[in-house]
């Protein structure tokens, strides 16, 4: 995959402007979430997920994470119908960020799942080298 | 403001879900940005970045982040007609998710504003902590 590419642009050089443009929406959020904590890469796996995302809407984010070099996909060799899809580094390179959203939540609201809470309160830079190590012992170096 | 209210409900226990509900919007973002790093506190004048919200969102959007507790307002003294936001403790708690997106940005994309995302790259914590001490120096210990 090229590295340059014409490039999207922006409403403002502002780089959190630049970073909600890409994320700024909360299904692509949860689908990276389901990529990075729960290993999902099928269609079928992320609309098993609570929130419950629509069909069209799963697959418009998908498109849209694609095109800005956040996941990946490839053809499922075992069944060419489906697609399998995977973090980019670009996208492994989020942990910090949902680490940060999630701990902002567990402090001001009443949330569950209190275990992964525990484990990035106990050392949230630990936790994210963890995941990306994780990444790309699935991913292999040439990915990283 | 009592601190306990009828708690939103969310679509899961996930703590990221509740932090995307909140924030998983990109207008939201910008204006949090606008009062965490620029001092803006009146309508009018969110209405002036550069990034163009539309007046209808602006409110649409304020109002969102009040009743999540983000942001809160009151009556401008010096003109009854105008109201003046400023954030939470919540709010101001924010900064840790904002630095990160903007260093996620700023590895990946050719974004303006580099003496910010040098500033945070020196040391994120020691940013964090400013922008908290700054706000409590504004807000007054009450708020904090």
Redesign the interface.
């Known amino acids: 995959m090229p590295k340059k590419r014409a490039?999207p642009k922006?409403?403002?050089?502002?780089?959190?402007?630049?970073?909600?443009?890409?994320?700024?929406?909360?299904?692509s959020?949860?689908i990276l979430?389901d990529m990075m904590l729960r290993g999902y890469s099928h269609f079928h796996e992320f609309l098993q997920?609570?929130?419950?995302i629509a069909t069209n809407i799963l697959a418009d984010r998908l498109r849209r994470l694609e095109h800005y070099?956040i996941v990946t996909s490839r053809e499922d060799s075992g069944d060419g119908r489906k697609r399998i899809y995977s973090l980019t580094p670009?996208g492994i390179?989020?942990a910090?960020?949902?680490?940060?959203?999630?701990?902002?939540?567990?402090?001001?609201?009443?949330?569950?799942?209190q275990p992964?809470?525990r484990l990035m309160r106990a050392g949230k830079d630990q936790f994210n080298a963890n995941i990306h190590r994780h990444w790309t012992e699935k991913h292999g170096a040439s990915n990283s």
């Open positions: 490039g922006w409403r403002s050089g502002c780089p959190l402007n630049a970073s909600v443009e890409m994320l700024g929406d909360r299904w959020l949860l979430r997920s609570t929130e419950k070099g670009k390179d989020l910090p960020v949902l680490t940060e959203m999630v701990l902002w939540a567990a402090r001001h609201e009443d949330v569950g799942n992964l809470v």
